[in-house]
């Protein structure tokens, strides 16, 4: 079973940035877009950004221009580079496939915006 680890969040004060980073155990991102999501107090989890096969990204409304999704298939990751990180982008972030499976959800990453 494929597993996906989280890691690089933390806190960071507004206007900050952090990169996140989501290794998979296997090839699954070779075979299914991967996509970060994130869930902040009181909300649903909600899909920001997603990168397919052939490097097209897309983003969520809220951060584009601001977040980078990449990838290094050589590696089975997937990053992204947050850039003029705001209080409302608090939240665990999450990396999965897109659409996202149930067997894929790991841990997550807490990213917190503050001064």
């Not at 960071?12 to 877009?33: D, M, W």
């Not at 902040?40 to 601001?66: E, F, H, M, W």
Request: overall charge positive; proline content about 4%; charged content about 15%.
């Amino acid at each position: 079973q494929v597993h996906l680890v989280e890691s690089g969040g933390g806190f960071v004060q507004p206007g900050g940035s952090l990169r996140l980073s989501c290794a998979a155990s296997g090839t699954i991102f070779r075979s299914l877009a991967p996509g970060w999501y994130r869930q902040a107090p009181g909300k649903q989890r909600a899909l920001v950004a997603t990168i397919t096969g052939g490097d097209c990204t897309n983003y969520a409304d809220s951060v584009k221009g601001l977040f980078t999704i990449s990838r290094n298939n050589d590696k089975n990751t997937v990053y992204l580079q947050m850039n003029s990180l705001k209080p409302e982008d608090t939240a665990v972030y999450y990396c999965n496939t897109v659409p996202s499976s149930h067997k894929y959800w790991g841990q997550g990453t807490q990213v917190t915006v503050s001064s």
